[in-house]
């Protein structure tokens, strides 16, 4: 065959292969320069997230000013007694979980909380019931009961319709796990 090229099966020369490799080898170190100017380093994470609680702790009220009532006049009302028994299968313990609930409610709406509770008293009491039942031990344990009192806050102004639970009180709670 005279008329035909020779065939190159070497593949690329060694000059080009150092080309390839010269530029994946600059665009790595580019990539790695700019990582070091755009990644934050570890103290700066630090003080960022320093600075976010210190303006969470600014604009957030704190625990007490939740639990305390606007300036108006509030009542106190009660529930019935709560008494409730729960069996956790995973664990083979029961729960048993009693207290007595109080909505506070601005004096003025305390009529119509009180129509509006007779009218949804067993969805309320279901509600309080489910909540504590799906909650974790570690919040039934927890001192202020912060979590349980924000969920069934919650819970109770959704059922009355309107907002006029301003904050739920346990007393005499009383936390058995058998």
Do not use: W
Request: proline share 5%; net charge negative; charged share 20%.
């Amino acid at each position: 065959m005279a008329g035909s090229t020779p065939n190159n099966s070497a593949g690329p020369s060694l000059v080009t292969k150092l080309k390839i490799l010269g530029a994946v080898l600059a665009l790595v170190g580019l990539e790695c320069l700019l990582a070091y100017f755009v990644i934050p380093s570890p103290e700066d994470v630090i003080e960022a997230a320093e600075m976010r609680a210190r303006q969470h702790s600014a604009t957030e009220p704190d625990l007490e000013e939740l639990t305390t009532v606007s300036d108006k006049a509030t009542v106190e009302i009660a529930l019935k007694p709560f008494g409730i028994t729960a069996y956790q299968p995973l664990a083979n313990t029961t729960l048993r979980i009693d207290f007595q609930l109080y909505m506070m409610v601005n004096a003025e709406n305390q009529s119509e909380f009180e129509a509006l509770l007779a009218q949804n008293e067993h969805r309320l009491r279901e509600q309080v019931i489910v909540t504590l039942r799906s909650s974790e031990v570690s919040d039934l344990t927890d001192p202020s009961l912060g979590l349980l009192k924000r969920k069934i806050l919650e819970k109770t102004n959704r059922i009355l319709g309107k907002p006029l639970v301003k904050s739920v009180i346990f007393s005499d709670y009383s936390f058995i796990e058998q």
